[in-house]
Nanobody, 122 residues
Framework: QLQLVESGGGSVQPGGSLRLSCAAS????????IGWFRQAPGKEREGVSC????????RYADAVKGRFTISRDNANNTVYLQMNSLKPEDTAVYYC???????????????WGQGPQVTVSS
């Protein structure tokens, strides 16, 4: 079965960094569009970042531009979200996402990670 298994969630102080990893099994990420979404308590799910299958076109939510970076390691079949300068408002459950056609900031693809918690507080 196609699976995305996430790791790297946890708690950090404001200004700290975390790297989320999302390892794929059952398919090769280099043929899939990828993305990250998050959902905070009381809020709708929102797109954080997405990238095309080629990786040449990446987009970020305004709230995370300049602080977060999406990337993939095809050799390890893993997608990453590097999160720097974290703020309390970044606190949310973060989900990795992939699709064989596309992933946009407004519409997720068909495959999901399990969504670990990221908490930013002092």
């Amino acid at each position: 079965q196609l699976q995305l298994v996430e790791s790297g969630g946890g708690s950090v102080q404001p200004g700290g960094s975390l790297r989320l990893s999302c390892a794929a099994s059952g398919f090769s990420l280099d043929y899939y569009a990828i993305g990250w979404f998050r959902q905070a308590p009381g809020k709708e799910r929102e797109g954080v970042s997405c990238a095309t299958t080629s990786g040449d076109n990446t987009r970020y939510a305004d709230a995370v531009k300049g602080r977060f970076t999406i990337s993939r390691d095809n050799a390890n079949n893993t997608v990453y979200l590097q999160m720097n300068s974290l703020k309390p408002e970044d606190t949310a459950v973060y989900y990795c996402n992939a699709d064989h056609l596309l992933v946009t900031m407004a519409k997720a693809g068909r495959y999901w990670g399990q969504g670990p918690q990221v908490t930013v507080s002092s």
